[in-house]
């Protein structure tokens, strides 16, 4: 049985402020292009990492340096590639879109 990799992977802290207003803020945020765009990098970064070091889960963000995070079991992980992929086609990055595909042919 080989033994699994460390990751090397500093897991980034997502830190996000509302100001209470509810449904508006987590509008806003979701529309936030900055935002949208460090959670599809880090969705590919958690997932990349989590298959070289053949873990069951692939951790995407810490939540404002707490002892939260944000994490995808193994069985979310095409799912969440497709929708990377589809964001890319989206903006016309088709070697990101490449590059992702061969990341799902490795999930096993």
């Not at 990349?48 to 994490?71: C, G, V, W």
């Not at 070697?95 to 999930?107: A, N, P, R, V």
Request: some cysteine; hydrophobic content about 40%; glycine content about 4%.
């Amino acid at each position: 049985m080989a033994m699994a990799k460390k990751s090397n992977r500093r897991v980034p802290s997502m830190m996000v402020t509302v100001s209470g207003e509810g449904k508006a803020d987590i509008e806003a945020l979701v529309d936030n292009e900055t935002f949208i765009k460090a959670v599809f990098i880090e969705t590919v970064a958690g997932i990349q990492d989590a298959i070289r070091t053949n873990s069951k889960t692939a951790t995407l963000f810490q939540l404002a340096k707490s002892d939260y995070y944000l994490e995808l079991s193994k069985n979310q992980w095409k799912q969440a590639l497709q929708t990377c992929i589809d964001k890319h086609i989206e903006n016309e990055e088709y070697e990101e879109c490449s590059k992702i595909k061969g990341l799902m042919d490795k999930i096993k």
